[in-house]
């Protein structure tokens, strides 16, 4: 099967992550990430709320100059006792992420937000992670081969970061940076993509 747009779509987002993924769908799109102020505040500890206001705010800054297009916008977190964690700042903060981390569970979220002019249609997916008992020469190693620095929480899944974890609860896709069963679901149902039959090559 294959997905077909009736309208441009641009991806907000400078993830390889969540441009392969979309890639996946085998629909043409343009990649241009947001530069939107990402500084916004915790509301009552609603993380689905802060994550969609997070992904609004990436495509509405997109959309003011491309109006004709739909703009896919998306953010992740990781969440833990409460309290938020970004992409760690240096290498000892990824080791003390991981650390808290270890034989415990923690939850992503991840806000997507679709503008497309003055429409806004956002929604966001919630999975819970439960990493092994780690020990320090794991997480080291895993520190130092650099994978940690770029991603919320200080680790990729989808990379050697799958060998922390011990099962998860809910979709993995969603841990990736994008729910991408979801995601399809809400572009269908607002009429953004076509479901047809038949073969695609992948030449985004």
């Known amino acids: 099967m294959k997905f077909v747009s009736n309208v441009p779509i641009i991806l907000a987002s400078g993830s390889p992550r969540r441009k392969e993924l979309l890639q996946t769908l085998g629909f043409h799109f343009e990649v ?18 802060y ?3 997070l992904a609004q705010r990436k495509a509405k800054v997109v959309s003011e100059t491309e109006k004709h ?7 992740t977190i990781v969440v833990f006792n409460g309290n938020v964690y970004p992409k760690p700042s240096t290498a000892e903060e990824a080791v003390k992420f991981l650390t808290s981390f270890a034989g415990k569970t923690h939850s992503v979220f991840t806000g997507i937000c679709l503008q497309y002019g003055e429409r806004t249609i956002s929604f966001s997916e919630e999975t819970k992670v439960t990493f092994k008992p780690l020990d320090e020469q794991l997480i080291k190693a895993y520190v130092d081969s650099g ?22 609860d809910g979709d993995y896709l969603n841990v990736v940076g994008l729910p991408l069963s979801k995601f399809v679901d809400v572009m269908r149902k607002e009429g953004f993509l076509e479901l047809k039959g038949g073969v695609f090559t992948d030449d985004c």
């Open 51 to 53: 994550v969609e206001r």
């Open 32 to 49: 241009l990430p947001s530069n939107a102020d990402e500084a916004i505040d915790l509301i009552d500890e609603d993380f689905n709320g």
């Open 147 to 168: 994978d940690p620095m770029d991603k919320a929480g200080g680790y990729g899944i989808q990379t050697t970061g799958a060998l922390l974890v011990e099962k998860i």
């Open 69 to 75: 297009s739909l703009v896919i916008a998306a953010d």
